[in-house]
């Protein structure tokens, strides 16, 4: 298992790897191939075998925040060695094992370099936004706007409503009326949706509040947010990065979902409470109705 500061290192590294060029993201998808690096792989051997120079591979390593080539190195190496990186090859021979193994640990590690990230006091600042604020909205598209879904729901368990949007003329309508009375929370893996950017900067010009939930921290939706929060995910060339950052968003909005009912737990866990017993009770009418 990596030490916690190595893992919050892998961690900004995923979200720093958003903030290289394509030459320079080629790169470091080589170098994330266990294979391609061991302890005695020099930083020639690896500029020989890219037909790179070895001042733009020690570049890479300090815009991903190391020193250079050699903590570069290291902090891959412990990342591999560890049980927190499996890389699934593509073939057609994996066997069902290899497969959840390969899934559980990509879960398991992307859940733990989240938490490494996640930061109290701006969860904090998130929960009394939501409880303050006279309007709630959440924004998402594509795979993202089931998440929205599921947190307006929870969040009308607790009696606090919101409304959610994934359409692009919708939501540009809705920023319009807004004001500083009202809360933004917008999903976004790449952060940079032009349209969804496009609705986000209306409401920044009527003041209101954004929180935005990215795996890019060089992205449109990170430079307009009052708040971020980060879930970070490197690109496997199989599985994608998708998938497992919505898992870490659903992590994300869960813990903030839980803070809430502990920021104030008479009223919201009596709502809670109260819509627990109103659905028990229409479900049976329904069964009842229906003779089921």
Not at 32 to 55: G, H, R, V, Y
Not at 146 to 163: A, M, T, V, W
Not at 170 to 182: D, I
């Amino acid at each position: 298992m990596m030490i916690e500061d190595e893992l919050k290192k892998i961690a900004k590294l995923k979200l720093l790897v958003n903030t290289l060029n394509r030459t320079e993201i080629v790169i470091i998808n080589w170098l994330f191939i266990p294979k391609n690096l061991t302890e005695n792989t020099s930083i020639k051997e690896i500029a020989d075998t890219l037909n790179i120079s070895k001042s733009l591979i020690v570049k890479i390593a300090k815009k991903l925040g190391c020193s250079g080539f050699k903590e570069l190195k290291k902090l891959l190496l412990n990342y591999f060695k560890s049980n927190d990186y499996l890389q699934l090859n593509l073939t057609e021979g994996n066997s069902f094992n290899n497969i959840v193994k390969n899934i559980e640990v990509n879960l398991i590690t992307s859940i733990k370099e989240t938490i490494s990230l996640i930061n109290e006091e701006k969860i904090s600042q998130v929960v009394k936004l939501i409880l303050e604020k006279e309007k709630i909205l959440l924004f998402g598209v594509g795979g993202s706007y089931p998440i929205c879904l599921d947190f307006n729901h929870k969040l009308l368990r607790l009696g606090i409503y919101s409304e959610t949007y994934n359409d692009f003329h919708l939501m540009s309508v809705a920023s319009t009326h807004l004001s500083s009375n009202s809360l933004i929370i917008v999903i976004s893996t790449s952060g940079n949706s032009l349209e969804l950017i496009s609705s986000i900067e209306i409401a920044k010009k009527n003041k209101s509040t954004i929180i935005g939930i990215t795996s890019n921290i060089n992205s449109k939706l990170q430079k307009l947010s009052d708040l971020v929060l980060y879930s970070p995910v490197f690109k496997d060339p199989l599985q994608g990065h998708n998938g497992l950052a919505r898992i870490c968003q659903l992590f994300i909005l869960d813990i903030i979902y839980l803070m809430l009912v502990q920021y104030n737990p008479s009223v919201l866990l009596r709502n809670l409470n109260h819509t627990i017993e109103s659905n028990s009770v229409t479900h049976k009418q329904y069964m009842n109705k229906n003779n089921i």
